[in-house]
C-alpha cells in the first residue's frame, strides 16, 4: 500500500510541474477553460488534464458527470459515492466494510476504516438503522477501502454536521495531496470552493469557472481601513416584496453566486443589489473579511479556521448552520495579520 501511495504522490507532482513548466503560476491559471458546453465535456477535459473539479449543477448535469468518470476510468481504481446508496440491510456496519476490504485485498483495513471515519462506537449496528450522517460516513469509508486513483462523489457533504464534515474534507484534501482525481457534484457553490480543484457553476445548460484570486491582486492600491471610526451603516437586501434594512451585525457572511450577491442572517439569504466592492467597502469597518472574492466574512463569527492541504482553506462560523466558508490562500496571511492571528 505504501509503495502504490508514494506512487501516486511522485506522479502528482511530476503532473503538477509539467502543468506549470517555466511559466508562472498566473500565467498557467489565467490559461485554464474558463467555461464548458457540457457537464461530459467539463468533467473530460479537466480529469484528462489531471485536476480535480466541483460542479453546482442540475440531477441531469450530475448524471452525465458520472457517465463521463465511468467512460474515463478505463483501468484506473475508480469508487463512486452515491446519495442513494444505502448499503446492505442485512448487514451491520462491521460486516459490510470488511465485505469491502476483502474486495480491495486487505481485510484488516475495516477497522481502520471504522476507526478513521468515527463509527467505532456503531460498528455492531445495522445499516438500516444509521442516521444519515452515519450512512454517509458509512459510504465515504467504503470508499476509502478502493484507495481509488478517481472519485466521483454526489452532493458529499450533504448529510454531515460540523464535526463529521471536517473529517470528510480532511480525507478529501489527503487523498487530493496523495493523487486521486476527485469529481464531485450537486453541492452548492460555497461548498464546491471548499475542496481541492477547480469549481464550476451550471447556468443555461453551460458551465462557468468559478472566479478565485488566491494572491488578492484586486486589493493592489486599495487602502486598508484604519483607525476607530464610526458610522451608521443599514444594508438593502430584499425579502420578497419588502425591502430590509439590515445591521451589519446581524449578518454572518456575504456571499457572491450565480451574478447575485447575497447576505446571510440567522440561516436565510437575502438579495442584495449592492456589488462585492461596496459591501466590502461599507462592512469592513465592521469587523468584515473580503476571505474569497465570493465571500465575505463576519470575523466575529468565525470559530475556527481549518485547512486540509497545503492551499485549500476554510473558515467555520458560529451561525445557524455552522457554515464553512472557503479562504483563498493570497488572502489567509492578511487575514492572520489584519486580525493578530498566531
Not at 182 to 197: D, H, I, K, N, Y
Not at 323 to 339: D, H, I, N, T, V
Amino acid at each position: 500500500m505504501q509503495a502504490r501511495e508514494d506512487s501516486r504522490t511522485g506522479n502528482a507532482a511530476a503532473r503538477d510541474a509539467s502543468a506549470v513548466g517555466p511559466a508562472s503560476a498566473t500565467s498557467a491559471a489565467a490559461a485554464l477553460p474558463v467555461e464548458y458546453a457540457s457537464a461530459a465535456d467539463l468533467v473530460r477535459g479537466e480529469v484528462g488534464a489531471g485536476r480535480s473539479v466541483h460542479l453546482e449543477c442540475s440531477r441531469d448535469a450530475m448524471r452525465a458527470a458520472r457517465e463521463a468518470v465511468q467512460e474515463l476510468a478505463g483501468p484506473r481504481r475508480a469508487a463512486f459515492y452515491l446519495e442513494d446508496d444505502g448499503g446492505f440491510d442485512r448487514d451491520t456496519v462491521r460486516s459490510y466494510l470488511r465485505f469491502f476490504a476483502r474486495l480491495a485485498g486487505d481485510a484488516s483495513a475495516a477497522s481502520d476504516a471504522i476507526a478513521h471515519f468515527g463509527l467505532r462506537e456503531r460498528a455492531g449496528v445495522l445499516v438500516p438503522k444509521l442516521t444519515p450522517e452515519e450512512r454517509a460516513l458509512l459510504g465515504f469509508a467504503r470508499v476509502s477501502l478502493l484507495d481509488p486513483e478517481l472519485c466521483f462523489c454526489e452532493r458529499p457533504l450533504l448529510e454531515l454536521g460540523p464535526d463529521a464534515r471536517q473529517t470528510v474534507l480532511a480525507w478529501i484534501g489527503a487523498q487530493s495531496e496523495a493523487g486521486t482525481l476527485f469529481v464531485t457534484c450537486g453541492q452548492p457553490l460555497r461548498e464546491a470552493l471548499l475542496m481541492p480543484g477547480r469549481a464550476f457553476w451550471e447556468e443555461d445548460g453551460r458551465f462557468l469557472a468559478a472566479e478565485v484570486d488566491d494572491d488578492a491582486a484586486d486589493d493592489e492600491g486599495e487602502p486598508a481601513f484604519e483607525g476607530d471610526e464610526v458610522r451608521v451603516c443599514k444594508i438593502a437586501a430584499k425579502a420578497g416584496d419588502v425591502t430590509l434594512l439590515l445591521d451589519p451585525r446581524e449578518i454572518d457572511f456575504i456571499e457572491s453566486a450565480n451574478r447575485v450577491n447575497y447576505a446571510s442572517v440567522r440561516g436565510e439569504l437575502y438579495p442584495t443589489a449592492l456589488t462585492m466592492d461596496e459591501l466590502e467597502s461599507e462592512l469592513e469597518r465592521f469587523g468584515f473579511f473580503r476571505c474569497h472574492r465570493s465571500y465575505i466574512v463576519n470575523v466575529q463569527k468565525v470559530a475556527k479556521v481549518e485547512r486540509y492541504t497545503r492551499n485549500t482553506y476554510n473558515l467555520v462560523l458560529s451561525d445557524a448552520h455552522h457554515s464553512s466558508l472557503p479562504l483563498s490562500k493570497g488572502r489567509a496571511e492578511e487575514m492572520r495579520e489584519r486580525f493578530r492571528w498566531r
